[in-house]
Nanobody
């Protein structure tokens, strides 16, 4: 079983920054990719940023240049640095992890990010 625990959400003014972290624990041996999704009421879940085990990153067009995803392999954490935040970034952000062992996707409980104008 794999557990993901997110932290770092909160309220920030437009133009500000937040840093989300996700700690992965449990029984696993490697991963194919990790990343962040977000969901706002009335909208489908959106992929925000992902990073593969080889360090290849992929960003949604709406966040490219403002957000940076990174991994600390020693600590089994994935981080999302969010700069120049805008009200449209307001959402619940979820960390995700795909296990190399069984190709299953695991999700965190979500952390709220609110950007005020």
């Amino acid at each position: 079983q794999v557990q993901l625990v997110e932290s770092g959400g909160g309220l920030v003014q437009a133009g500000g920054s937040l840093r989300l972290s996700c700690a992965v624990s449990g029984s696993f041996s490697g991963f194919t990719h990790m990343g962040w999704y977000r969901r706002t009421p009335g909208k489908q879940r959106e992929s925000v940023a992902t990073i593969t085990s080889l360090g290849r990153t992929n960003y949604a067009a709406s966040v490219r240049g403002r957000f940076t995803v990174s991994i600390n392999n020693a600590k089994n954490t994935v981080t999302l640095q969010m700069n120049s935040l805008a009200p449209e970034d307001t959402a619940v952000y979820y960390c995700t992890f795909r296990s190399l062992m069984n190709n299953n996707d695991y999700w965190g409980q979500g952390t709220q990010v609110t950007v005020s104008s």
